[in-house]
């Protein structure tokens, strides 16, 4: 019997914010529970440290320069199908499969006000994801809807209906895209936002900012600034993990949770004072690859297969998500000739040995990154952009630029090596970011020299 999937892909949810991430002041007893019922990697990245690439990789388990978008896209002003003809994603491969496919939330690879190919149920932004709570406007299966009240409760509850439809037998893939720990940093329950206020998050420390960026949207504000976000962000990432519950807890009351494999993740990282720094690797000019910003949380939990409280220490991606998910739906077509670079995680889920992989690739834009457990590189391309090294042995918190001292080195020959290596099998050439000649996706890429057609 083929399992139930469903996914929570958040936006903005930093590798660190939750009591079981490492960030004890949180009350997330929902995701605690994932962790310590089900198996948790600790070394998840993304392909993309901003949204739209991210989510194009998730659904399609291919890299931007594969599937071609680099950058978040603003849809009202670019309002183009971005994902390429002839791709399949995970809805229309798992729909086809015989799964009842059904979304709601932030979708962000192009018109999320439409809804996408291969789902049967689709609850859409329409035209925006904000705010966190007031009029909230939805594409609710093609009807224009106004939500009154908190943005993440109304998709928490039309994501329970999905559930609780079981006049149809199939098997069920239900995709969750909360938004509550996006910016702007208001709106949130405001008992939570006062609770935090009085419990400040007093491990999550504030750093300097030691990097060379010519601008920093991401520069940190003033400490009472930073108090205040602080607390409006806590209480999103404990709004997020009441939707979290509420959904856990429902699908034990329709007798589902065995049968149902659940994934935590979200699309980039988020830095809240990390660095010297807020938001992720677009919160400088150009673009950062920070621990902070390419890390993920990933949670995956199935009572009835997977032995839970265990970790999984080898380095994954989205791409493998993809896999993972159409490993356990016994689904195999793919786009002909097409290179995909994940690999599926369900025999380690299983209780099987962990994947052999020790190490991250990202991409933004124009510019590259592989990371090791002892080095990260980062190359642009570009007029006058700099790349960057740093020895994650000795400075993990990535102070200083160490690219001139290693340049003729061995160890940056094989981090260059590797990083060449994975794009001579994962880019397409008209949707190479390297080349500098892909469309334009919103009003301001901080990529400094690329050239748009």
Known sequence: MRPNIVVFLTDDHGPWAANCLGTPELRTPALDSLVSSGVHFPNAYTPSPVCSPARASFWTGLYPSQHGIHDWIDEKAYPKKWLPEGIPTLATLLRDSGYRTGFVGKWHCGQSWVKQPGFDFYVGENKDQYPHRGQCKFNDNGRDVTYVGQRSDFLTSRAIDFLSDSADKRPVFLFIGLTDTHSPFSDHPQHLVDYYAANPLKSVKVEKYTGKATRLPGKMPAPSEHARRMAQYAAAVE?????????????????????????????????????????????????????????????????????????????????????????????????????????????????????????????????????????????????????????????????????????????????????????????????????????????GEPWNGIQFQ
């Open 239 to 443: 709004t997020i993990d009441q939707c979290v519950g509420r959904v856990l807890d429902h699908l034990t009351a329709l007798g589902m949770s065995n049968q149902t494999a659940v994934l935590y993740t979200g699309d980039h990282g988020h830095m809240n004072g990390h660095h010297g720094l807020y938001f992720k690797g677009n919160g400088t000019v150009p673009q950062n690859f920070y621990d902070e910003s390419i890390k993920v949380p990933c949670i995956w939990r199935m009572p009835g297969l997977f032995s839970g409280g265990r970790k999984c220490r080898s380095w994954v991606n989205h791409c493998d998500q993809f896999e993972t998910i159409l490993d356990m739906a016994g689904v195999s077509p793919r786009v002909n000739g097409a290179s995909y670079p994940g690999v599926s995680l369900l025999p380690f889920l299983n209780g099987g040995t962990e994947t052999s992989r020790d190490y991250a690739v990202c991409e933004y834009g124009n510019a590259r990154m592989v990371r090791t457990s002892s080095l990260k590189l980062v190359l642009r391309t570009g007029n006058g952009l700099s790349d960057e090294a740093y020895d994650m042995s000795n400075d993990a918190r990535e102070t200083v630029n160490i690219i001139e001292k290693i340049r003729a080195s061995s160890e940056f020959v094989a981090a260059k090596t590797m990083l060449t290596g994975h794009f001579s099998m994962y880019q397409t050439p008209d949707r190479d970011g390297f080349s500098g000649k892909i469309p334009k996706h919103n009003g």
